[in-house]
């Protein structure tokens, strides 16, 4: 049943009740009378067969409405599957179904090849074979495009590789180089601590220094009182040496007289004594011719007696006037050894006096010149203060400069690791994106 | 019933400008089939609509063709292959299988859709036909048709892997 009417329209049933009809309507003209019962039901089986015909003819437009329905809301899976013959209307609906079989395929082929391509794959094309007219238009310009993505994904991977390079490279002599400025900022930190401590201890010797050189100065000035000072002494001890000196030779010449009158005393003494002596002998004879007189000269004997005794007597005062003036010799002779002693003595102090006195000028001279070095002294260690105030603010300044250059290397590094960091992770999703 | 696998040795051949189109619901049961496709399969509609899409099936493809087809499909993926197929009168016919789940509003499988185009010939002879004759072999020498399929899909699988290619960079690269 269902292959007879998919092999004949309904439009030939129409047509053979039609037919019938007038067969009928012929005969009955005619006046033949073949049963009209029969031309009639052959005529209604026609007409059923008709009416079955379009029913189904119906179903299937309904059935293509309904499709390209949903077709029209972008359902691309609705089919008319069951067509059966090969009418206009089933030739209609099958090119139907085709319509949307391209539509389909491309809209398929399209989607996974752009997927594809979201996921970086770019071998999956649009397959073109029995795409037809637009679709294959559509699906050229879909591989172009591809085409040119692919091509501009691989130059923009090798420029990536190449920037990978080279900001590896750059972050790595980054890191480099900000471990070396580090580095030498510490050196520069170390050394400029090092050198505001030496300066101080600089200054700190410069002001000892001239602290000294001013204590130098005061004691040169004392020295040089001081040696005005002797030098007037010496002067003085000179003169007093040279009066001392001339006291002595007078006293020398004096003594020189006293032993003279010395001399003479003694010489005056032994005339004496030779007078004394004489007088005794005299005496003695005197005696002994008193005696001889007996006592008519008894008292011739006792004068002459008394006169051995005065003689005795004035020989043993001349004895002592000699002991005495020997004494006196004696002390005369050591007073002219002191008076001499002391000359000399005067004399050695007189010279002594005279190279102490050159000695000080000499001093003098010596003292100047130290207090005029000090004083020079004294200004460069003013000077030095100076620079050294200087230095030190340098120093300072340098210290600040390198705790600023350590701390910009601290900085570096971390904006070099961040950079590293950033340039990682922009190449991470450089990576991700192609 | 038994199946006919019964076959001429006749190659059937369609257009360049023709795809032939089938759609299956979930279980492989054709529910929609286009012309070319009766035509080439010599199918009536009544034969094709609700038979199951190995009825086209050729004995000399190798099963573990199919059984990655239906693991890529199922997992909501395209997969393209060489498929020889048998009509139904003995004949056969080489296409260029594209195989896609068609999904619903909510992105869920609601069946599948396969596209066939007329294959290149010469990948066919140089490369597919030795693969699926040595996988066939594979799968032949098991007694367990299972295993045997199992067999082939790992000889596969190490085929890929020593050519360092997906399956999809393979079948795109010949």
Not at chain 1, 177 to 188: C, D, F, N, S
């Amino acid at each position: 049943m269902t292959s007879l009417f998919s092999r004949f329209s309904p439009l030939l049933f129409i047509a053979l009740a039609g037919v019938l009809g007038l067969v009928a309507v012929a005969l009955a003209v005619s006046g033949l009378a073949l049963p009209a019962y029969v031309l009639g039901g052959l005529a209604l089986l026609g007409q059923v067969l008709a009416l079955i015909g379009l029913l189904r003819e119906r179903r299937l437009v309904v059935e293509v409405t309904a499709m390209l329905k949903r077709l029209k809301a972008g359902d691309l899976e609705a089919r008319v599957a069951r067509i059966e013959g090969s009418s206009p209307i089933e030739l209609l609906a099958w090119e139907a179904n085709d319509v949307i079989d391209f539509a389909d395929a491309f809209v398929r082929e399209a989607t996974a090849s752009l997927e594809a391509v979201s996921r970086q794959v770019y071998y999956r094309r649009v397959i073109t074979t029995g795409m037809p007219g637009a679709y294959r238009r559509g699906a050229d310009a879909i591989n172009a495009a591809t085409d040119a993505m692919q091509h501009k994904i691989k130059n923009f991977a090798a420029a990536r590789g190449t920037f990978e390079q080279n900001t590896a490279h750059v972050v790595s002599d980054l890191a480099t180089v900000t471990l070396e400025i580090g580095a030498a900022a510490r050196q520069i930190g170390a050394a400029a601590g090092s050198t505001t401590e030496r300066t101080a201890a600089a200054v700190a010797a410069s002001g000892e220094a001239r602290s000294n050189l001013e204590t130098v100065a005061a004691a040169t000035e004392q020295l040089n009182a001081s040696i005005a000072e002797i030098s007037h002494q010496i002067h003085r001890t000179a003169e007093i040496a040279h009066e001392a000196k001339r006291e002595t030779t007078e006293a020398n010449v004096r003594t020189q007289v006293l032993i003279k009158s010395a001399e003479r005393v003694r010489q005056v003494v032994a005339l004496i004594k030779e007078v004394a002596d004489h007088t005794n002998l005299i005496a003695l004879n005197a005696t002994i011719e008193a005696a001889r007189a007996g006592e008519a000269g008894r008292g011739f004997a006792v004068v002459a007696n008394e006169v051995k005794n005065l003689a005795g007597q004035s020989a043993r005062a001349a004895d002592e006037i000699t002991g005495h003036v020997t004494e006196i010799e004696g002390g005369v002779g050591a007073v002219s050894g002191a008076i001499k002693a002391a000359s000399d003595v005067i004399t050695a102090m007189d010279e002594a006096a005279g190279s102490i006195a050159s000695a000080m000028e000499e001093q003098s001279a010596a003292t100047k010149e130290i207090a005029r070095s000090v004083e020079q002294a004294l200004a460069s260690a003013t000077t030095v203060a100076g620079n050294m105030d200087g230095v030190q603010r340098a120093t300072g300044e340098t210290q600040k400069s390198a705790t600023g250059l350590s701390q910009s290397s601290a900085d570096l590094e971390t904006h070099s690791g961040r950079l590293s960091g950033s340039v990682g992770a922009f190449l991470d999703e450089l990576k991700k994106v192609i | 019933m038994t199946v006919d696998r019964s076959l001429t040795g006749r190659e059937r051949f369609f257009e360049s400008s023709d795809v032939i189109v089938t759609k299956t619901d979930l279980k492989g049961r054709i529910t929609y089939a286009n012309r070319t496709f009766l035509n080439i399969a010599n199918l009536d509609v009544r034969h094709a609509l609700n038979a199951p899409h190995s009825l086209i099936r050729h004995p000399d493809m190798p099963r573990c063709v199919f059984w990655l087809l239906w693991e890529t499909i199922q997992a909501g993926k395209e997969i393209f292959a060489y498929v020889l197929n048998r009509a139904v009168n003995g004949d056969h016919y080489w296409v260029f299988a594209h195989v896609t789940p068609s999904f619903g509003e909510q992105g869920e499988i609601i069946g599948y859709h396969s596209n066939r185009r007329v294959p290149r010939r010469e990948p066919i002879d140089t490369v597919i036909k030795p693969i699926y004759a040595e996988l066939l072999a594979v799968e032949n020498s098991h007694a367990n048709r299972k295993d045997g399929m199992h067999a082939a899909v790992v000889a596969l699988t190490e085929k890929l892997k020593s050519a360092k290619v997906s399956y999809d960079e393979f079948i795109f690269s010949i």
